[in-house]
């Protein structure tokens, strides 16, 4: 029998598991932009992903960041527990790129002195609007103190890939994370750190090594996503 789709995110999809209170995700070719209007298949993308996404997961939860990730099941899947999704997307931004660097008319590079925290809210239909912690609160999503705990783990991330990612020469350029809650109710990162949602540029030659490739026709896409998984692969997985 089929295993049941719970979630179909074109990149990934998520299936009920036969293990009690876990899910399954799937990692796939299918690669989007611009809100799914732009979509293409990249030969390999799903298990470069997997892989990614699990020595990543290992390792911040080797560092005391509560995941969803369990184990890497195959090639292209990995084994998750079950929680409840907040609707919220955090990006994480150390360099101003992307939707900021639009938003506000800053040169995209330009590296500020703090690290930027953003809300947005996950509504298709009012597309993803940037909100702040206030309405966060308001529209029931999170509490205060489930906030503190998002930015806690967000930044932790933050500073443990941005180290980890400059000993292969990789600039952390900004990221997307979402979160949920476990049965107890407590806070884990429910997202995995990818190509797909990060931006990641060469610190050498400042080439794009992520989806922006993509949205931008930069074309060697695979390339990019490869030459992350092997540059992580040489320090996380020796
Ligand atoms: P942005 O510049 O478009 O706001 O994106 C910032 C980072 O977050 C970038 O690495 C892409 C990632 N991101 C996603 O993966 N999915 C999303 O829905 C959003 C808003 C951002």
């Not at 992307?98 to 597309?127: C, H, Q, W």
């Not at 990641?200 to 931008?216: E, I, P, Y």
Request: net charge neutral; charged share 30%.
């Amino acid at each position: 029998m089929e295993p049941e789709l719970l979630f179909d995110g074109m990149s990934f999809r998520v299936f009920r598991s036969g293990e009690p209170d876990c899910v399954t995700v799937e990692f796939t070719d299918t690669i989007t932009a611009f809100g799914g209007i732009k979509r293409a298949e990249i030969s390999g993308k799903g298990e470069i992903n997997a892989s990614i996404a699990s020595m990543v997961a290992e390792y911040i939860g080797k560092n005391g960041v509560e995941s969803h990730f369990i184990r890497q099941l195959d090639s292209r899947r990995i084994l998750c527990r079950k929680v409840e999704m907040i609707r919220l997307e955090v990006v994480v931004r150390n360099i101003i790129a992307g939707s900021m660097a639009r938003r506000l008319g800053v040169r995209e590079g330009m590296k500020p002195e703090n690290t930027i925290f953003d809300l947005f809210y996950k509504n298709e239909d009012l597309g993803s609007p940037l909100i702040n912690d206030h309405y966060a609160v308001a529209l029931g999503l999170v509490t205060y103190g489930e906030l503190t705990r998002i930015y806690e783990y967000a930044g932790k991330i933050n500073g443990l890939m941005s180290s980890l990612l400059k000993d292969v020469d990789i600039e952390l350029v900004d990221f997307k994370l979402e979160f949920g809650r476990d049965g107890s109710g407590n806070i884990v990162v429910a997202d995995e750190l990818t190509p797909d949602n990060a931006r990641l540029w060469d610190m050498k030659s400042m080439q794009k090594l992520d989806r922006d490739r993509f949205r931008r026709d930069m074309g060697k896409v695979g390339e990019a996503y490869r030459t992350i998984c092997g540059r992580l692969r040489t320090v996380l997985r020796k």
